[in-house]
């Protein structure tokens, strides 16, 4: 199965449409759904994306939750 790295989404701060890419390498694959952080590029506010084994987002977080190991900005 090919992952695709450009992912589509919206920053729960300020709803506006985000895209960013993920790989498997920004992320602790220890356990799923796995944190990773996100920054949005309109309003520049951090929020936390979980996403699960095919990094798909499960769910987000409005702040910096524990166990990320990346930060990445949108596009
Ligand atoms: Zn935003």
Avoid: W
């Amino acid at each position: 199965m090919v992952i695709m790295p450009l992912r589509f989404n919206f920053c729960p701060h300020c709803e506006e449409k985000i895209i960013f890419e993920i790989e498997m390498k920004d992320i602790n694959s220890s356990h799923y759904p796995a944190p990773v952080y996100i920054v949005c590029k309109l309003c520049h506010k951090l929020s936390t994306f979980y996403v699960d084994s095919f990094l798909r987002v499960s769910y987000k977080e409005l702040d910096k939750k524990t166990g990320g190991i990346t930060t990445i900005n949108t596009q």
